[in-house]
């Protein structure tokens, strides 16, 4: 569940990027429907937040993600709202966060999650995926013991500009154990059976961390390539979508 909204249009406003807007009663129906685990992505810190991780709670979320973590002290806020009722995990997509790692890595959090794209527009690095060879996700990852995760992933043959199966390798090459589905999964899994693809999701993640070193170092180098030739088109996207309003004015 990702509940995640408030700023968010603000701060990636001219990036292509997503804002999904799930609701309590979203929560009650997911954890009415499974029993797997659920988690819910709140808002990040500020007044709203004690009353939301209650909610979340009550609805029947195992665990909460926190998102643009800035400061050790909130995290440890919402550990003592927490109060173990659920699980509580966080979103390395701020400089500051990055640059406490260390010490958040620290605190009783059952997952990390580094995001790359709300890093990037931190850093005001067009291509999300410059975090790789600039070394921030190899640090970041390890610093955590705790079950760690970036980017995101769709079919295994799929990808643009950035393809999956060299994503796929990178988590195996820094020991991930989870991620997300990115967007453009919904879009590739079109006149597919999810019940089919999901299973070759989870081989070739599985396929990746039985690979030996040399290879593994070897799809890392290939992916520092396909990062490096990434620049232009994502500099050029993002251009194109922050016109777009004056391009729309123009044509009204």
């Keep these: 569940m990702d ?7 603000e701060r990636q406003a001219g990036f292509d990027t997503q804002i999904n807007h799930d609701t309590l009663e979203d929560l009650r129906r997911v954890r009415a429907c499974t029993a797997a685990r659920v988690l819910c ?8 937040t004690q009353k939301e991780i209650e909610a979340a709670v009550q609805a029947g ?4 993600l926190l998102p643009m973590v800035r400061s050790v002290e909130e995290v440890e806020r919402v550990l003592e ?10 979103l390395i997509e701020t400089r500051e966060a990055v640059a406490i790692c260390e010490r958040l890595a620290q605190l009783p959090l059952t997952r990390a999650y580094l995001g790359l794209h709300d890093l990037a527009i931190e850093r005001r690095t067009p291509n999300p995926f410059r975090a790789i060879p600039d070394g ?3 640090r970041v990852r390890s610093a955590f013991p705790i ?12 990808g643009f500009p950035i393809p999956c199966r060299l994503l796929i390798a990178e988590m195996a090459r ?3 154990s989870f991620s997300f589905l990115r967007r453009s999964f919904l879009r590739d899994i079109v006149g597919r059976d999810p019940r089919m693809e999901i299973p070759r999701i989870l081989e070739a993640l599985r396929e990746a961390f039985r690979q030996p070193l040399p290879a593994r170092e070897a799809m890392h180098q290939e992916l520092l390539r396909a990062i490096e030739e990434a620049d232009a088109f994502f500099s050029n996207r993002n251009r194109m979508v922050s016109l777009w309003p004056i ?3 123009r044509l009204s």
């Design 81 to 90: 709202w927490a109060k173990g009722r659920c699980g509580v995990g966080i």
């Design 247 to 249: 391009s729309r004015a």
């Design 174 to 176: 820094l020991g991930c």
């Design 136 to 138: 921030i996700v190899e």
């Design 3 to 9: 509940w995640e909204y408030i700023g968010k249009a």
């Design 61 to 64: 979320a195992d665990e909460i």
């Design 41 to 48: 992505r709140i808002n990040a810190f500020g007044p709203w």
């Design 147 to 158: 079950p760690f995760g970036f980017a995101g992933l769709t079919l295994p043959d799929r």
